[in-house]
């Protein structure tokens, strides 16, 4: 396919995405709002437990964070309508944004994809079109856009796709043990001869390897596109039966708008839009301003390929420190079940104050605060300052057990190190996280 990021083609996709786009944010809104979850992790914890450097932002109070999802499914109405489009995107991306930093108990590398797509969005016009902007406005109205619009979206998905398929080649994939761990849960009687037959884990294991390697591919050339449409719709579809992973399938099955002709989505989802060759637009759009490309969009895929590899840059196994796992695209690749309990010493009289984790956490946040090490770090940060408050200064000290894909349970935390009087360390690994140098063996 000859890349020619400059020539003007039909905006049918990005115009298209836009609608599909806002419709799923609003689909992930209501479904937020009527499922419970706002309930579990908003409302009801005492404690939140954000992203480090974002402990100030937090939850508003009572029933505000219903309203807070209220507002950003009305957003996202708008942005599938193209009203206020800009005004609208913006609002839903600062809010969803909040969300996002705001509490990591049910993190999710989709959550994060979202968000990136939110701030593509933003900087594209993609209200040019079947909008009530251009309906109210009629001088905004365009029918192309420069093709660079839409390698911007496959190069966003190629790097998700790549690096997701690079984080599955260690051996408890390779065997077969997660894929067992992830089908094996499910409990679909016509299909049990399936889900617990360790010849099809190996095909699962393989199969989301080769996926997600060859996807993007296989959409980009011509004589392989439409099967490989077919296979995405079976591969999300698949996911979307088996895995809680919300709007994703679909945000996935979406993005193939941006691989087929613009004339042929043109021709699928607005057949009264004119075709490019029948239009003359105005020929201060012919020369296209590539500034966006060059000082936004180059600086940000630059990003994008750092974040994935910096892991390699940092001491011990990322599948079992996890430190540089986040904004990484290391999607669905293990299952970690363990113990956590706190040792708190008031540091002046050596007394031990028996500290409970049910006291101040959820049995959620319970749940997956071992074997996350910045979770750990953060509980133990929040128990401090908790006695600091009735003047006590206190010693804190972790202990945990951790058992990565059933194998037998190992120490996670050095129980010697005061977590409470240690700094964070963001770029680099944190010592008292004990390394499982013999996993990968």
Aim: net charge positive; hydrophobic share 45%; aromatic share 18%.
């Amino acid at each position: 396919m000859r890349l020619q990021f400059t020539k003007r083609t039909d905006n049918a996709p990005l115009i298209a995405f836009r609608i599909l786009f806002g419709l799923l944010l609003a689909w992930n809104c209501v479904d937020y709002l009527t499922n419970g979850t706002i309930n579990k992790i908003y409302i009801k914890p005492k404690v939140t437990l954000t992203f480090i450097g974002f402990e100030w932002l937090q939850p508003p109070s009572g029933n505000g964070m219903y309203w807070y999802y209220g507002l950003m499914a009305v957003s996202a109405l708008g942005i599938a309508a193209g009203l206020l489009y800009r005004y609208s995107l913006g609002l839903f991306t600062f809010l969803f944004a909040g969300t996002y930093f705001m509490q990591k108990t049910i993190y999710n590398n989709h959550h994060y994809f979202l968000l990136l797509l939110c701030i593509i969005m933003l900087v594209l016009p993609a209200n040019r079109y079947a909008s009530l902007d251009s309906y109210h406005k009629p001088s905004i109205k365009r029918y192309s856009m420069p093709q660079w619009y839409s390698w911007v979206f496959i190069l966003q998905i190629a790097i998700l796709y790549f690096f997701a398929s690079m984080a599955k080649l260690y051996p408890d994939w390779l065997n077969g043990t997660v894929t067992g761990i992830i089908v094996g849960k499910f409990n679909i009687s016509w299909l049990n001869f399936l889900l617990h037959n360790r010849y099809f884990h190996l095909f699962v294991a393989y199969g989301g390897i080769l996926f997600d390697l060859l996807i993007v591919p296989l959409l980009l050339i011509k004589k392989t596109r439409k099967t490989a449409a077919i296979l995405s719709v079976g591969f999300h579809t698949f996911n979307w039966l088996t895995l809680n992973i919300g709007i994703f399938p679909f945000l996935s099955l979406s993005y193939l708008v941006f691989f087929f002709p613009p004339d042929e989505i043109r021709k699928f989802f607005f057949r009264k839009k004119p075709a490019l060759q029948d239009i003359k637009e105005p020929e201060t759009l012919q020369n296209t301003n590539n500034k966006l490309l060059r000082y936004f969009f180059i600086p940000y895929f630059i990003i994008q390929l750092a974040l994935p590899v910096r892991h390699l840059f940092i001491k011990g196994d990322v599948i079992w420190t996890e430190e540089g796992h986040r904004l990484s695209w290391r999607m669905m690749l293990r299952l970690k079940k363990g113990t956590l309990t706190y040792k708190v010493i008031d540091k002046k009289t050596g007394e031990d104050l028996h500290y409970k984790l049910s006291d101040d956490f959820t049995p959620l946040q319970i749940k997956y605060l071992p074997g996350r090490a910045d979770m750990i770090w953060q509980a133990a940060q929040i128990i401090k300052a908790g006695y600091a408050k009735n003047s006590r200064d206190v010693a804190v000290y972790a202990i945990s057990s951790v058992a990565l894909n059933h194998h037998p349970s190992k120490a996670f935390t050095n129980p010697e190190t005061d977590l409470g009087s240690v700094n964070w360390n963001y770029f680099g690994h944190n010592n008292w996280v004990l390394l499982y140098d013999d996993y990968s063996q």
